[in-house]
């Protein structure tokens, strides 16, 4: 992994809400991966290079059982994640085919594995859940993933979530969902994050405190004012 602890740390407190917002005001307004709800609520604010796995449609000579002990298949996959990584996985939103299950998830686990985030669903939920693993998903479902999806490759550019993701790709997950970061823009969210969070929190205590949202939110010249003499 070469994403620092000291970035893990800094966007660990900026929500993805915040990182979708720095990213808007660069250009940047499809990050957030549609789809990707977390499994659990209460999960802690995650943060992962991508590890991306692609799926595509079910084809009847490849999508089969025996399919999972070929060179090419999510086993294979899983055993080749570094540590501190975030799945990424690209089911195209199918919902009727778990991609992952308890055993899989468990490895994931042990691997050190951060966190799994997909557009589609998992299956065994209740021992996917008992693995501790946190997943962002759309569900759950009881069929196995080849009944409706063949793997086909990992480590390459995907779409999940209808967000374009490449390998090493930065990761933030929290209870909004999952927002990516392109690695070229990870030094500016870590530069605007955390101040966006300070002025945010300063804007609440100050409607708290019975401020009208007019010159307030955003901010206008005297409002600014106040802001900067505040940090002082």
Request: net charge negative; aromatic share 6%; glycine share 10%.
């Amino acid at each position: 992994m070469s994403l620092s602890q000291e970035a893990i740390k800094t966007l660990s407190h900026v929500t993805t809400a915040t990182i979708t917002t720095v990213l808007l005001k660069k250009g940047l307004r499809n990050v957030w991966m549609r789809g990707a709800r977390p499994l659990k609520l209460g999960q802690a604010r995650l943060v992962g290079e991508a590890f991306t796995l692609r799926f595509v449609p079910a084809r009847e000579d490849l999508a089969t059982p025996e399919s999972w002990s070929s060179p090419i298949s999510t086993r294979t996959a899983i055993e080749t994640m570094p540590e501190g990584c975030i799945a990424v996985v690209d089911a195209m939103g199918i919902t009727d085919a778990g991609i992952f299950g308890d055993i899989l998830c468990a490895r994931m686990v042990k691997r050190g594995v951060t966190a799994l985030i997909t557009d589609g669903v998992v299956r065994d939920v209740e021992g996917v859940l008992g693995t501790g693993l946190p997943v962002w998903c759309d569900g759950y479902a009881a069929p196995p993933s080849v009944a409706g999806l063949t793997f086909v490759g990992w480590d390459q550019p995907i779409g999940c979530g209808g967000v374009a993701v490449f390998p090493k790709d930065i990761v933030v997950a929290d209870q909004d969902g999952a927002v990516l970061i392109p690695q070229a823009m990870l030094d500016h969210v870590l530069a605007e994050g955390p101040e966006q969070e300070r002025m945010e929190a300063w804007i609440v205590d100050e409607v708290k405190n019975g401020a009208v949202l007019p010159g307030l939110y955003p901010m206008n010249a005297e409002t600014k004012a106040r802001y900067a003499a505040s940090k002082k």
